[in-house]
């Protein structure tokens, strides 16, 4: 097979063919997804519209600058992973979760429900955004 | 006739890869600057009124603050957020809070390499714990998820990118794994003692 192939198509053309297929493979990967919301953003929508608010949006970012990670995946005790954290309004307002801080002494506090509950409607919750591979289970 | 198969194939899946890329970018409408402070402008991050995810017609998308307003004077990278992360805390851009609870808290900073040998004709990645524990506690990776014991630990680069083991923050908060030689970064061909020597030092 590989023989015939050979015998019809020009030498620099069977050099082309892999490299195309490479070229495909990295565009693949280097692409941004159609939502191209800033890198670690996490909308966490379990509950927020079916209760008839905006999903929250998380930035990752915004956080680190000001705080160091253990802080939440330690001390308020968030589990690193997206959705197996069982997050309440009532816990909040209650001060565990978003509420350790979010209380109107560290940071503002569950009063302002526009600046969490700020996503569209629809979105999905979890990790959203960047230049992620997003596993083999995704491609 | 083989031939010009598999080209109509490839430009048939370049031409929508190329228009997959291109349509949600020109959707977007971009603010005006004035709207999004940075000395490059609006390029690198999207701003929150226009990235996808926030609802621009909500009041909370004009009170959050832009990526680009924070970001812009932190070490710059091309992936991920586009900053790197522990260059910023170590070169003292940023001094992210170590604590909430202990105003007094110092992070417990742990200085030792771990490589990591079986990694196939990749180079062999090296694990420095000095800029995780710069950011994260021990107990946020072990012994539950890593365990402390050498070798103990066995886990390969799909469980990674299924997002288990590095993949639970690499791939989603810090950096990507589109990068791969910021982990595979030891060449086999480098070192000079064997391997077997070499798993933990410093």
């Known amino acids: 097979m590989t023989s ?15 490299g195309a ?4 493979g990295v565009f693949m990967l280097l692409t941004p997804f159609p939502s191209s ?17 905006r999903p929250v ?4 970012w915004f956080h680190r600058i000001r705080f160091r990670c253990r802080v939440c995946h330690t001390e308020v005790g968030f589990e690193i992973r997206a959705g197996s954290n069982n997050i309440l309004m009532a816990d909040i307002i209650e001060g565990r979760f978003c509420g350790k801080c979010h209380n109107n002494k560290i940071a503002w506090g569950p009063q302002n429900c526009q600046l969490c509950h700020s996503g569209l409607p629809g979105l999905e919750s979890g990790v959203i955004g960047g230049p992620t591979t997003g596993g083999p289970s995704k491609w | 006739m083989k031939r010009r198969l598999v080209e109509i194939l ?7 890869m190329l ?4 349509g949600p970018m020109q959707e977007q409408t971009v603010p005006a600057a004035s709207d999004v402070f940075a000395p490059d402008g609006p390029g690198r991050w999207l701003p929150i009124i226009a990235d996808g995810l926030h609802d621009p017609t909500g009041p909370g998308a004009k009170q959050l603050q832009n990526p680009a307003e924070a970001l812009f004077y932190l070490p710059s990278a091309f992936s991920g957020n586009k900053v790197r992360w522990v260059e910023a805390i170590e070169e003292g851009y940023i001094e992210p809070r170590p604590s909430i609870l202990d105003s007094n808290y110092k992070m417990q900073v742990l ?6 040998t079986r990694t196939g004709e990749m180079p062999m990645v090296l694990f420095p714990h000095r800029k995780h524990t710069e950011w994260l506690d021990c107990g946020n990776c072990h012994e539950w998820l890593f365990k402390s014991k050498r070798g103990a630990t066995r886990f390969g680069m799909f469980d990674v990118l299924s997002g288990e083991y590095c993949g639970r923050c690499h791939g989603a908060v810090a950096f990507p794994l589109v990068e ?4 595979h970064s030891v060449r086999r061909k480098d070192l000079k003692t064997p391997v077997t020597e070499l798993e933990m030092h410093k």
């Open chain 1, 4 to 18: 015939r192939l050979r015998s019809h198509i020009p030498l620099p053309a069977l050099g082309l063919f892999p």
């Open chain 1, 21 to 24: 297929v490479m070229m495909l």
């Open chain 1, 37 to 53: 919301a800033e890198y670690g953003d996490v909308v966490i929508n379990k509950r927020a519209e079916q209760a008839g608010m």
């Open chain 1, 57 to 60: 949006i998380f930035p990752h």
């Open chain 2, 10 to 16: 490839l430009v048939a899946c370049t031409g929508l």
């Open chain 2, 19 to 22: 228009a997959a890329c291109s």
């Open chain 2, 111 to 116: 200085d030792l390499d771990v490589i990591r």
């Open chain 2, 180 to 183: 791969c030689f910021y982990c």
